[in-house]
Nanobody, 123 residues
């Protein structure tokens, strides 16, 4: 069992940065690939980024590539999402999720989900 708690969301202006954190409980954190998803009001949840269990492999949605960076610290059981040059269209609730495989955007394959943290980007 893995419990995930996101933090770091907030209200920022376009062009600014935020760093989201996702703290995981349990001793098996390092066995999971970790992903970030987001869901904007009235829209479906969409994939943002994923990092492998070792941190050696990452993959990003085209919409965030070059602006967002996913990283992890297995000693701290935490995964991060550094978001730079934020845009109003990045406004959403951001969720982290744990995946025993490396399912990228196949959200139904993920095993555990956090409750989300809200990010609002004003123009």
């Amino acid at each position: 069992q893995v419990q995930l708690v996101e933090s770091g969301g907030g209200l920022v202006q376009a062009g600014e940065s935020l760093r989201l954190s996702c703290a995981a409980s349990g001793r098996t954190f390092s066995r999971y690939a970790m992903g970030w998803f987001r869901q904007a009001p009235g829209k479906e949840r969409e994939f943002v980024a994923i990092i492998s269990w070792s941190g050696g492999s990452t993959y990003y949605a085209d919409s965030v590539k070059g602006r967002f960076t996913i990283s992890r610290d297995n000693a701290k059981n935490t995964v991060y999402l550094q978001m730079n040059r934020l845009k109003p269209e990045d406004t959403a609730v951001y969720y982290c999720a744990a995946d025993r495989q490396y399912s990228i955007n196949r959200s139904h394959k993920y095993d555990y989900w956090g409750q989300g943290t809200e990010v609002t980007v004003s123009s």
